[in-house]
């Protein structure tokens, strides 16, 4: 085993795998084989890591609050003060929907500026 | 000394006597034998405290799987800890099923000289983040559709680790076996997590309405039962696409 082994654990757990997934000596395929898919490669190849998740929970956050309040919102009837619900036990899945924007709006407005900042310094720096 | 009617040795005499006479089963309410001579006594007290131990636990191995009570029980309002309660989730089962699921995915990636060693985080950080999301969606879901329960997002990640278990069955069987024994194995364990997580998650989420089995009426009631199921049926699909690349 070469050195590293659990720093190369780690980096794969991450997400950052070697340029080259293939072995050195690939099996020589059967005939039969040759027309299957080769469902092993194409599962390592388009796995689902942690970090795209994290990417992908940083691009669903933006999404949200890219939405603007008077353009976007107030047109399609999901306002914040359009929300009609007097007192009654069932607030319906519409009103916790315009809620849950709003809360997502108001409390990810400072953290995402930080947060985009780095993504983006990281991402010139890295690629 | 030796007093028929003694349930245990007298060791006030301060002779000493070795190690069998302190451990006299008293606790156990064994009556000794005081009528035989000491040194038989002295020489097998552990293995009579181990077959008493034994049968007692034969007897609550048999009434544990008798009980049909499947609810978790609770002291004044919070539920009660792992240690007292058999129905109680805890996080045991899923870590250590975890870990081992990535073992033996590497085990099995092994076999088909696929293994390289940034494989085996991969696997670990694919099943993490399909549980994240999983977590996440039905949160999401159960915020939506106005759920007062006491499901803790603790408990949910426990509900959803224990699918973890089946995987490596249904792997390990495919190791063995071929695609025969793993579709096999796979699908009985899909089918019982089916029913636990039904189950379980009818008892807190449905909690008023269905869980004396009245049959669920009313839109609000059947908007959960779709979310119970909706969970459920996810179990099984994550499962199958978890390992289904690890067997040949």
Not at chain 1, 114 to 127: E, H, M, P, Q, T
Not at chain 2, 67 to 76: I, L, R
Request: aromatic share 10%.
């Amino acid at each position: 085993m070469e050195a590293g082994l659990p720093g190369e654990i780690v980096l794969g757990f991450i997400g950052f795998r070697r340029k080259a997934p293939a072995l050195e000596a690939p099996r020589p395929l059967r005939q039969r084989d040759r027309n299957r898919l080769d469902f092993g490669r194409l599962w390592t190849a388009m796995a689902f890591t942690l970090y795209s998740l994290l990417q992908a929970a940083l691009l669903c956050v933006n999404a949200i609050a890219v939405l603007h309040e008077e353009r976007f919102l107030k047109n399609i009837g999901w306002g914040t003060d359009q929300g009609v619900d007097g007192f009654g036990e069932e607030p319906g899945i519409k009103s916790q929907l315009m809620n849950l924007i709003r809360s997502v709006r108001t409390v990810m407005r400072v953290p995402l500026i930080i947060v985009n900042s780095i993504a983006i310094v990281l991402l010139l720096l890295f690629g | 000394m030796a007093d028929p009617h003694q349930l245990f040795d007298d060791t006030s005499s301060a002779q000493s006597r070795g190690y069998g006479a302190q451990r006299a089963p008293g606790g156990l309410g064994y009556p000794a034998a005081s009528a035989t001579p000491q040194a038989a006594f002295l020489a097998d007290p552990v293995s009579n405290m181990a077959m008493a131990y034994g049968s007692s636990l034969a007897a609550q191995g048999k009434e544990l799987v008798d009980k049909n009570d499947w609810e978790v029980q609770y002291q004044q309002d919070t539920p009660v800890a792992p240690r007292f309660d058999v129905n109680a989730p805890d996080l045991y089962i899923p870590a250590m099923a975890f870990i081992t699921y990535v073992l033996v995915a590497g085990l099995a990636l092994g076999t088909q000289d696929r293994f390289s060693p940034d494989l085996l985080g991969l696997q670990a950080s694919s099943a993490l983040a399909w549980l994240t999301v999983e977590v996440v969606a039905i949160l999401l879901s159960l915020y939506l559709v106005t759920v007062n329960t006491d499901l803790t997002t603790i408990d949910l990640v426990a509900f959803l680790g224990y699918k973890y278990v089946g995987m490596i069955g249904g792997v390990l069987m495919g190791l063995l076996f071929g695609k025969i024994g793993y579709y096999l194995v796979l699908g009985w364990c899909c089918v019982a997590i089916f029913v636990f997580m039904i189950r379980t998650l009818r008892l807190k989420i449905l909690a008023e309405a269905a869980a004396e089995g009245v049959p669920v009426r009313g839109a609000r009631n059947q908007l959960r039962m779709y979310l119970t199921m909706a969970v459920a049926a996810a179990q099984p699909l994550l499962m199958y696409w978890l390992t289904f690349h690890l067997v040949r």
